[in-house]
């Protein structure tokens, strides 16, 4: 199947490991010019080095904290100098600490806030008058199942990426005619770093998964075909979707 997202340029955040770099590798391998950004200059040279192992993909890498403002206007103000209009944000910021409500101070809650809901938020404003002007671009956030089933312990997470899907939903109503869509995606317990921190209590993948109906943990690289055909020309109809993908786990109707 033709996606039709050959040389589109696609800026995925956060994507040095874990979600964020099989985002990035599966764009890669359909085509895409690609920037990644990580806080690690050797983290992000070694993704680099990966996906061009894997692609012919134009690739450019930075190093950003994409909650800091002035960091990230360079990083977009480089890319667009390369490439023109970014035509494809993946907006994925790591997540917050675990704790409960009594458990947590005020720079967690500061902190949690500006990493999950308001830099992502700026990251969506600041592409989107180029994908308007272009009358094509797809916005995608990675957030969590949190959205749909709060997480006991994730009481930083279930309330950013609560409010950044109240954002994502009402912005791709408001820019649907514009020929841009927002969607976000909702990973369940997936083979990554952060799951194995927040299980570390959990040595065996197997105990992990026992309340997911498929038995195992998803893979990264399953939650990237996923994002890749929301960012393809084939998803054109599609947008404002909150798309769960946890083998099961959520209990819910919606």
């Not at 997540?95 to 458990?103: A, D, I, K």
């Not at 995608?140 to 199942?145: C, E, K």
């Not at 929301?230 to 054109?236: E, V, W």
Request: proline share 3%.
């Amino acid at each position: 199947m033709d996606l039709g997202i050959k040389e589109k340029v696609a800026l995925v955040q956060g994507a040095s490991a874990g979600l964020g770099f099989a985002a990035a590798k599966e764009l890669a391998l359909e085509g895409c010019r690609v920037a990644i950004c990580s806080r690690s200059r050797k983290n992000i040279d070694q993704a680099i080095e990966q996906i061009k192992a894997n692609s012919n993909a134009e690739i450019l890498g930075f190093v950003c904290d994409v909650a800091d403002e002035a960091n990230r206007q360079q990083m977009l103000g480089e890319i667009t100098g390369t490439w023109g209009s970014i035509d494809i944000l993946v907006a994925n910021s790591g997540g917050p600490s675990v704790g409960l409500y009594n458990t947590l101070d005020k720079s967690q809650w500061d902190q949690a806030l500006q990493n999950n809901l308001i830099a992502m938020k700026d990251s969506a404003l600041e592409v989107l008058p180029g994908m308007a002007h272009n009358g094509w671009g797809r916005i995608i956030f990675i957030t969590s199942v949190s959205v749909k089933q709060p997480i006991e312990s994730l009481i930083l997470s279930n309330t950013a990426r609560a409010g950044l899907t109240g954002f994502a939903k009402t912005l791709s109503a408001q820019i649907a005619s514009k020929g841009v869509t927002v969607n976000m995606v909702l990973p369940g317990i997936h083979d990554t770093e952060r799951v194995k921190e927040l299980h570390s209590d959990l040595a065996d993948p197997a105990v992990i998964a026992k309340d997911i109906p498929m038995g195992r943990l998803g893979q990264p690289e399953e939650l990237a075909a996923l994002i890749t055909f929301l960012a393809s020309t084939r998803a054109s109809y599609i947008t404002g979707q909150s798309i769960v993908a946890d083998g099961g786990l959520v209990k819910g109707l919606f």
